[in-house]
T-cell receptor, first 110, second 116 residues
């Protein structure tokens, strides 16, 4: 069936460095790609999203890129800070049906 | 305050005892959805609803039922729970489709269910 693959599963970065998380999707009808951050014991919260008619979107230290031809999208976090430590999930939506990646545990060390 | 609420937040039950997890939103959202979260598997969609009386299966609907009789509520029903349904459950809502695309989903606080 259709799925979303996310890599890496864990990512350790030094404070101030950049972090990149990559996702691939298989459903060519997918047209909305959100990224969620989930802190321990809390609910997922949207940090950035991108629609299929856009190739890149940026919000302060966070950016997302989308390559529809290759069916992959990536999250970029620059100048990482300890409060960026969390689990990050990518997702792809196709007409109301959402599929999520398995998550990336990001640890930012001071 | 705009929010998605779920009840109960924690539940321990036994195999076969029917249960309902309620979900309610006060944002007049058209779209609502249920997910389960298991370690290493991310979130998996159980059912979703585009509007009142419209529901569709997600990736893991087996063993679950839903209904959408009114816009604000989207209960998740486990007719005969089994231990493999032990999980963390999230309800979410959003404005719904904007043309062919979608809007931000707001998640409820989660319900931790244990089936013995």
């Amino acid at each position: 069936g259709e799925n979303v693959e996310q890599h890496p599963s864990t990512l350790s970065v030094q404070e101030g460095d950049s972090a990149v998380i990559k996702c691939t999707y298989s459903d060519s009808a997918s047209n909305y790609f959100p990224w969620y951050k989930q802190e321990l014991g809390k609910r997922p919260q949207l940090i950035i999203d991108i629609r299929s008619n856009v190739g890149e979107k940026k919000d302060q230290r966070i950016a997302v890129t989308l390559n529809k031809t290759a069916k992959h999208f990536s999250l970029h976090i620059t100048e990482t800070q300890p409060e960026d430590s969390a689990v990050y999930f990518c997702a792809a939506n196709s007409w109301g049906k959402f599929q999520f990646g398995a998550g990336t545990q990001v640890v930012v060390t001071p | 305050e705009a929010q998605v609420t779920q009840n109960p937040r924690y539940l321990i039950t036994v195999t076969g005892k029917k249960l309902t997890v309620t979900c309610s939103q006060n944002m007049n959202h058209e779209y609502m959805s249920w997910y389960r979260q298991d370690p290493g598997l991310g979130l998996r969609q159980i059912y979703y609803s585009m509007n009142v009386e419209v529901t569709d299966k997600g990736d893991v609907p087996e063993g679950y039922k839903v209904s959408r009789k009114e816009k604000r509520n989207f209960p998740l029903i486990l007719e005969s729970p089994s231990p493999n349904q032990t999980s963390l459950y999230f309800c979410a809502s959003s404005l719904g489709p904007q043309g062919v695309s979608y809007n931000e989903q707001f998640f409820g606080p989660g319900t931790r269910l244990t089936v013995l």
